[in-house]
């Protein structure tokens, strides 16, 4: 017998979004709705994979990645439109909040009604009954209606009703992110008895450390599709880190006042793209726009481009997006054909255009655009910064009583927009490669080796419980910072912090740090009890004691180093994850 319990081949799923809600009553009817009335979602596309019985995978990605869809086709609450789903087993699915209970029902009335709906044996009904109450914990609240309950006493109810009567296959979307913390430890101990007993565990949250607690697989979704699937921890890894990239775009379009999509179009550009935009003075455009009918630029000497409404040559592009930016045309204007900057009502107030300077010349960047100068409002010119993340103002069109067309030029530094890339460092002894997928922050100061030593000053992967030990962090800081917050957390290979070393909780400022330093962790002894972790380090711009938000980090390594503790010599017992000293007194 084949030990799978869910099986997907290529499963695929849409939707039609209408534009009114009397067309989507017509198609439910059965009339033909004519095509520009509606779009297609693609809410799943060839999703492909097998989940064996007793494991517990975790679904993540971020909200509409298509996670709530996948879970509803395998538990027949909607049906694929392409592909074949096989599931072994019953399935008991904790969907959604404010579904299987009757509002007006008390939660007693609504458990009798549910184990009558399972199936339980009058003879099992009262001892069942018991056993829900007493683990949903709700005294007094279980004789009241349930539309009187907050979402973590309906998420108290429902969990406990739903995994009373053992399930072959049980699926969670998110309904214990309404509950705290204790009754989330409660229900993740109930799931790994469940999944000791043969019951398989499909669960989405996004509280990592719950699934991290829990399942030992993850699968990411994103936009539909499998984006990986393993081992959990690798695959949070790899989520996370596309978290912050979505968060880095967030920023970078935010500051340059462009869409998440001209972002990274403009990262995808191979050479040294330059943005540049026109900005009102006055802080609008002008109501009579600013004609321009060319833009030149290149380096020193050398022309590298021209755009123009006849053409461009060279690599530029105007970024043009209704409602969002100010350009209009191009219209033909005093017998040349122009581009107009002006009022259109773009939400980002500013007409932005970016180039190409692909030279290795030591020299400066310019650009040269022709304007009419009948325009009604001071207009600048001004280059994003990437390491400042602000527009820089390089000059500005002026009338000075004159007429016609009008040629004006900025120039700068070539070193002031050619990124270099930062040099890898150097592995040194004893200190494996961090890609930076495992690292993130603004790099203000980096990390530039972390390690452990034993009592003796030897560089180990290995400690032993009970022995005084130390942690060694090099750094560098490119400029002055102030006081920055070191961290370091160590995490059992399920997940759970075991322990969290913070100099500010500890009392410890830092202190302004500029160029290469050390710092020194000393264990005397250590506590920690015998076991295989994995170890983040960190600097940290600040870090609030009080608030559960990951603060803005100057570098921070995530789970990049294993360390192993070992048991004292001749111990054989099970000693725990803590070994606590304590002092034992005989009472009289």
């Known amino acids: 017998m084949s030990d799978i319990a869910i099986q997907l081949l290529s499963v695929g799923k849409s939707f039609r979004r209408f534009q009114h809600p009397a067309w989507r009553v017509l198609d439910a009817l059965g009339w033909p709705v004519p095509q520009k009335h509606y779009d297609i979602f693609t809410a799943l596309r060839d999703i492909t994979f097998d989940v064996h019985r007793g494991e517990r995978v975790a679904l993540i990605g971020r909200n509409g990645a298509g996670k709530s869809t ?64 007493e683990f949903a914990e709700l005294d007094t609240f279980i004789n009241r209606p349930v539309r009187e309950y907050s979402s973590g006493m309906y998420a108290r109810l429902a969990f406990a009703v739903a995994t009373t009567i053992s399930p072959e296959i049980l699926i969670i979307d998110e309904i214990l992110g309404t509950g ?19 019951c398989t565990i499909l669960f989405v949250s996004h509280d990592l450390s719950s699934v991290q607690l829990l399942c030992d697989r993850g699968i990411w979704i994103d936009r539909g599709r499998i984006r990986e699937d393993g081992d959990l921890l690798s695959v949070s890894k790899s ?66 481009g021209t755009l123009a409404p006849k053409g461009n040559d060279g690599d530029g592009r105007l970024i043009r997006d209704s409602g969002l930016m100010n350009w209009r045309g191009p219209e033909n204007i005093h017998g040349r054909s122009c581009w107009l900057f002006g009022n259109f009502g773009g939400r980002y107030g500013h007409a932005p255009f970016q180039i190409g300077l692909h030279s290795s010349a030591n020299d400066k960047a310019w650009v040269e655009i022709d304007y009419h100068c009948d325009f009604s409002a001071p207009v600048a010119l001004e280059r994003f910064d990437h390491n400042e993340k602000t527009y820089i103002r390089l000059c500005e069109f002026l009338r000075n009583g004159k007429e016609g067309w009008l040629s004006v030029r900025a120039e700068w530094p070539i070193s002031h927009f050619v990124s270099v890339p930062e040099p890898k460092p150097e592995p040194k002894e004893d200190q494996r490669t961090i890609t930076e997928d495992e690292r993130y922050g603004t790099n203000e ?45 160590i995490y059992r290979t399920d997940g759970s912090c075991a322990m969290q070393l913070i100099s500010k909780r500890n009392g410890i400022s830092i202190g302004e740090v500029f160029g290469a330093g050390r710092l020194r962790v000393k264990f005397e002894p250590l506590l920690l009890g015998p076991g295989d972790y994995l170890v983040s380090v960190a600097f940290f711009h600040e870090l609030n004691l009080s608030s559960r938000l990951e603060p803005q980090a100057y570098d921070l390594h995530d789970r990049c180093y294993a360390l192993k503790v070992l048991p004292p010599p001749g111990v054989g017992v099970e000693i725990g994850i803590v070994n606590q000293p304590v002092i034992w007194e005989r009472l009289q």
């Open 70 to 133: 996948l879970l509803r086709v395998i538990s027949s609450q909607m049906y694929p439109e392409a592909g074949e789903v096989i599931v072994k087993g019953t399935v008991q699915a904790l969907m959604e909040l404010g579904t299987g209970f009757h509002p007006d029902f008390t939660g007693i009335e609504n458990i009798r009604s549910a184990l009558a709906y399972q199936g339980v044996s009058p003879q099992k009904l009262y001892s069942t009954i018991e056993e829900i109450i």
């Open 180 to 198: 705290d913390a204790y009754f989330v430890g409660k229900c993740i101990q109930r799931m790994k008895v469940l999944t000791s007993n043969g």
């Open 239 to 304: 989520y996370l880190a596309s978290v912050r990239e979505d968060e880095e775009f967030r920023v970078r379009s935010r500051s340059m006042q462009l869409s998440r999509s001209q972002v990274e179009f403009l990262s995808l550009q191979q050479g040294q793209t330059v943005l540049l935009h026109l900005i009102g003075i006055l802080g609008s455009p002008p109501d009579l726009p600013l004609a321009i009918a060319e833009i030149r630029f290149g380096i020193g000497e050398l022309h590298l």
């Open 445 to 489: 100061v980096r990390i530039t080796m972390f390690a452990f030593q034993d009592q003796s000053c030897m560089r180990r992967h290995t400690l032993i419980t009970g022995e005084p030990a130390e942690a060694l962090i090099n750094f560098e800081a490119e400029r002055a910072v102030c006081d920055p917050v070191a961290v370091i957390a």
